[in-house]
């Protein structure tokens, strides 16, 4: 597990020993890979929609479930991971960061709860660089990269990043921004009109989660049974 590097924002060669790391590390950065491998393998699931930084979180899942299943045979389920066309977005203030709704900075992120002025505003502030035209290099030009990624992610067409960058190449960054805004609040506003219908219905969100709640018990307390009856808890 590497992503605790990420977290405490390390270079990726440092050392759990050494003493900078050492004095920033935490319980809950080890123990969460084990309480999320928990909370998979409890449910049986079989596969797990991720980012691409989660990835190495379903492997830990993975190796918990081959680690027990060739002591106690085929007990646990091993999860696939499932990933999106856009494994992942980037912060809009940050690009060499990812798009966090903890990070402190509100305008580094899109929530579906946006109205359009307020897309508006996080894209013409979103971080990019001064050179001419748009290309997509993630090195040399993370913001404008990150934005064309969002653009991809948002359109039908199913272009790649770089693709979208030839098309728009001859815009100007305040066009380009324009541009990804639209988009972006053209792909968003049905279901943010869906999220706020929902929102309003009070007593169906609590049936829902109720029901949900049930169906959880039901299924994590049969792999839980088997897990107390293979290991002699039961």
């Not at 790391?21 to 998979?40: E, W």
């Not at 990019?128 to 992610?153: A, C, F, M, Q, W």
Request: charged share 25%; proline share 3%.
């Amino acid at each position: 597990m590497t992503q605790w590097k990420s977290k405490l924002a390390v270079s990726a060669d440092t050392s759990a020993l050494d003493p900078d790391a050492k004095g920033k590390l935490k319980l809950g950065l080890f123990a969460y890979p084990v309480l999320q491998a928990s909370d998979i393998l409890v449910y049986g699931a079989t596969h797990v929609p991720v980012g691409e930084d989660q990835l190495q979180h379903i492997e830990f899942a993975r190796e918990c479930a081959n680690n027990f299943n060739a002591i106690h045979g085929q007990v646990l389920v091993k999860p696939m991971a499932l990933l999106s066309a856009t494994k992942r977005i980037m912060s809009l203030k940050s690009p060499h960061l990812k798009m966090s709704k903890s990070d402190k900075d509100i305008r580094s992120r899109i929530l579906l709860s946006d109205t359009d002025e307020t897309i508006k505003m996080k894209i013409r502030l979103a971080l990019t660089d001064s050179k001419d035209g748009i290309s997509y290099n993630v090195v040399e030009r993370p913001g404008v990269s990150n934005l064309l990624n969002i653009l991809s992610s948002v359109e039908e067409n199913e272009m790649e990043p770089s693709q979208y960058a030839a098309t728009v190449n001859g815009l100007s960054m305040r066009a380009f921004k324009e541009l990804v805004a639209d988009r972006i609040i053209e792909h968003i506003a049905p279901i943010r009109s869906k999220y706020f219908e929902i929102l309003a219905k009070e007593q169906l969100m609590r049936d829902v989660i109720g029901e949900g709640a049930r169906n959880a018990r039901m299924h994590s307390s049969r792999v839980l049974k088997t897990v107390y009856e293979t290991i002699g808890l039961q």
